[in-house]
Nanobody
């Protein structure tokens, strides 16, 4: 499996921006589709955005469309999530995951430990 480490979370005011990074190691990064997911307290884990192995195909949840951008750099074994116009309801632990192409969390087999994003109003 591939090992994943997220970074870039933190506390930000509503309307602000954060860029999450997820560094991969252990296996060939470009063999995996990647995704960003989040889980708020008391809620199920949900998909934020996913990206294909080459980066040519992306998917965004409705809540992320127009505000978030997923990208990847296969040379750096890293996937990113640029989050703009953040809202308090974006507050959650954000996870990156690797797997086959899918838009649902259960299809991803390798997960990072998560990074906390807190958006204050």
């Amino acid at each position: 499996q591939v090992q994943l480490v997220e970074s870039g979370g933190g506390l930000v005011q509503a309307g602000g921006s954060l860029r999450l990074s997820c560094a991969a190691s252990g296996r060939t990064f470009s063999n995996y589709a990647m995704g960003w997911f989040r889980q708020a307290p008391g809620k199920e884990r949900e998909t934020v955005a996913t990206i294909s192995r080459s980066g040519g195909i992306t998917y965004y949840a409705d809540s992320a469309k127009g505000r978030f951008t997923i990208s990847r750099d296969n040379a750096k074994n890293t996937v990113y999530l640029q989050m703009n116009s953040l809202k308090p309801e974006d507050t959650a632990v954000y996870y990156c995951a690797a797997g086959g192409w899918s838009t649902v969390p259960n299809s991803y087999s390798s997960w990072g430990q998560g990074t906390q994003v807190t958006v204050s109003s």
